[in-house]
């Protein structure tokens, strides 16, 4: 086992330079372009990034849900010692469900419409583990319980359609943890949730994440539900990584424009003026035709600044600003911190 | 459930009986003098007449029409008042005055060998059908695929009396690897049975497996994309369970709503396939009775094909309602 350099020992999963291409009638998607990130169980990352910004791919990729026949994915996936990328698909089957497993956007399409709740729990434990019907099925109602199903001995009969939005999502997370897996992605998990139901489904991931020791990696676009829940966090953009940070740093001491833009389109109440968000200019970049250069570049109201032309000609490297907090830009390390004070100030109501 | 279950019951003798009236008024006003039919060259109007009375057609068509329905329902007789009356009891659906036979029992012999011929391409069409439906699916896109979608659209375009005269040519007259069709019983000798029928089941099953390759395949591919799919192989399950379990039930309705209403079809008599390989099935009589202008025989079996439409859309309805729990409770 080849020990990778930006791989911590400690690590359950570990990506390193992920790349996912895809080919399409205009060419090829660039869906994931190098992207590189551990998380270690007990902990939660979360990965941020408007849609389009191959956070999901990512997802899919280290599950391996992504097509290999038509899709090349590369670069390196490390989990629990085992390296993922081009493992044979079985053995890859073998691990989904067991040792990680995710939980989807939309809870009203992502259970199986024609199955009872119960037979779809039992299906994932009874591949996986030498079961009988009647202990799946304990485990199944069981499962229900800890994710907080009322009359779970009743539900586990019902159909999906019998459930709400939230109860599905529910569902989805007793089927994912049903056999206990160290890593839990969750894509989106509570996008199309009510706000209220939001937080009692992120509260439970944080419970039970306590109660299995799981990994979490926390995928979503809203970087307000982020900041109570997640320990670090990459920001991705066009495919790329460009800020990866532990929480607070992000929230505190962003350096990369994008992060500021994402922070400056979050509404707070605590703003002095919640009637003006400060949107990003433009639209995210297209897969197939990335910018040269720097991918925020076209949308960056800071590329000015850097004087040789940097941002429309290379893309940057991704450095280390401070220990553990990196960061893919061309502008000075002083001028990010000047830019990113100035906003933060603006957004605690300072008069700027 | 059950309530549903006895609107549809309701519904369905209402469009029965609206169909026996419709068959049977249609055959009165179309041309053609049954009575004439009765007797041969050798006919006097005097003849004619005491038939015409004998099967009671003389009367007004009311009660003509109330004694066809009390016929379905409690039986009739024909002739009543003369020495050797004809009882015909329920359910009567008529007497063949060509044929001097009641249009029952006519039927009734007929319909074994089309209800053998129907099964037996329903099985290898469904089979094959949707077997190859599936794989097309799985590889979209290339050569086996484009071979099975290939091969879906010529055996959908060659018309089956080309399919079945093609081989009779080849596999009875040229090769004689099969002796030229007889039916017999399957419980008389099972061999000769078997003999006969195969090359009309390849024949039906031709045409229709094409069509369910189809199907199978859009339906397969359309479910294929869909977030429980992805659910199901996020689970760890093996591709073949995502596929039958997952994505092929998803897609099930609309295969299993053709299943039922193209086999109910097929009951009703395969016309061409019956008459090239000289099988005395339903659309063989079927044909018989309208060169004969057999009114009461071709309003016979025109009742039975429909009543077999009828019953095969209130199963496929109750089976859709098994496919599909969200079904039961609306």
């Given amino acids: 086992m080849s020990q990778d350099v930006g791989r911590k020992p400690e690590a359950y999963l570990s990506v390193s330079d992920l790349v996912v291409r895809f080919p399409s009638e205009d060419g090829i998607v660039h869906a994931v372009e190098g992207v590189s990130f551990s998380v270690t169980r007990g902990k939660t990352l979360a990965i941020v990034g408007e849609s389009g910004s191959g956070k999901s791919v990512t997802a899919q990729a ?66 996986h583990q030498k079961l009988s019907k009647s202990d799946a099925r304990s485990l199944a109602i069981e499962m229900l319980r800890r994710v907080g199903i009322p009359a779970p001995g009743q539900r586990v009969d019902d159909y999906p359609h019998q459930l709400s939005g939230g109860m599905r ?85 962003p350096e990369m424009p994008y992060t500021l833009g994402l922070l400056n389109s979050v509404p707070r109440m605590d703003r002095e003026r919640v009637d003006r968000l400060d949107p990003i200019p433009g639209n995210p970049p297209s897969a197939v035709n990335l910018p040269e250069g720097c991918v925020f570049q076209p949308r960056c109201t800071y590329s000015h600044l850097v004087t040789d032309g940097a941002c429309v000609d290379r893309n940057p490297d991704l450095v280390e600003a401070e220990p553990g907090h990196f960061v893919r830009c061309h502008l000075p390390g002083a001028e990010r911190r000047r830019i990113a004070d100035g906003v933060l100030a603006t957004l605690a109501g300072d008069p700027a | 459930m059950a309530g549903y279950l006895v609107r549809r019951v309701l519904g369905m003798l209402v469009l029965l009986f609206l169909l026996t009236t419709t068959v049977f008024f249609l055959f009165n006003i179309l041309p053609g003098d049954p009575a004439r039919l009765t007797c041969g060259k050798a006919c006097s109007p005097t003849i004619i007449e005491a038939n015409r009375h004998r099967l009671g057609l003389d009367e007004p068509v009311l009660t003509q029409y109330g004694k066809f329905v009390a016929g379905i329902f409690v039986g009739r007789t024909f002739s009543p008042d003369s020495p050797e009356p004809i009882v015909c009891s329920a359910p009567c659906l008529g007497y063949s005055f060509k044929r001097g036979e009641q249009v029952l029992p006519l039927i009734m ?24 439906g599936i794989y097309a699916a799985l590889r979209r896109g290339r050569w086996q695929d484009r071979l099975i979608m290939t091969i879906s659209l010529v055996g959908y375009s060659l018309p089956s009396f080309f399919i079945g005269l093609l081989l009779v040519f080849f596999v009875i007259v040229k090769w004689g690897l099969l002796p030229f069709p007889s039916y017999v019983s399957p419980f008389e000798n099972p061999v000769q049975f078997t003999q006969t029928m195969i090359l009309p089941w390849m024949v039906l099953a031709a045409l229709n497996a094409a069509f369910y390759m189809r199907l199978t395949r859009n339906q397969v591919l ?21 596929i039958v379990h997952h994505a092929l039930r998803a897609g099930l309705t609309p295969i299993v709503t053709a299943a039922g209403l193209d086999l109910a079809y097929l009951l009703g008599g395969a016309i061409i396939t019956e008459n090239i ?22 309003a016979g079996i025109t009742l039975l094909t429909a009543s077999l439409i009828i019953f095969a859309n209130l199963i496929v309805d109750l089976l859709y309602a098994v496919i599909d729990p969200r079904v039961r409770l609306a």
């Fill in chain 2, 222 to 242: 359309e479910t294929l994309g869909d977030d429980y799919v992805r659910t199901a192989r996020a689970k760890g399950l093996p591709e073949r369970t995502v």
């Fill in chain 1, 62 to 127: 280290i599950m391996g849900l992504v097509d290999r026949r038509v899709a090349s994915v590369s670069g390196e996936v490390w989990l629990d010692g085992e390296e993922l990328v081009g493992m044979p698909d079985e053995e890859l089957r073998g691990l989904r469900g067991l040792k990680m497993a995710m939980i989807f956007q939309d809870p009203m399409s992502s259970l199986h419409p024609f199955y009872r709740v119960g037979d779809q729990l039992t299906e994932a434990a009874l591949v």
């Fill in chain 2, 109 to 132: 012999r007929s319909a074994p060998v089309t209800f053998y011929l129907a099964i037996g391409a329903f099985v290898i069409w469904l089979v094959v059908g949707i077997s190859l």
């Fill in chain 1, 169 to 253: 999502q529910r569902v989805m997370i007793a089927m994912a943890l049903i056999n206990s897996p160290a890593l839990l992605i969750a894509d989106e998990s509570t996008t199309a949730l009510d706000v209220t139901v939001q937080a009692q489904i992120l509260e439970l991931i944080t419970k039970l994440q306590v109660e299995f020791d799981t990994a979490v990696i926390l995928i979503t676009h809203d970087l307000g539900i982020v900041a109570d829940i997640a320990d670090d966090v990459v920001v991705m953009y066009g495919g790329r990584l460009v800020e990866a940070a532990p929480t607070r740093r992000v929230y505190y001491a």
């Fill in chain 2, 277 to 298: 390989f000289s099988l005395p099935g339903l659309g063989a009589l079927a044909v018989n009775s309208i060169t004969d202008s057999d009114l009461p025989l071709i």
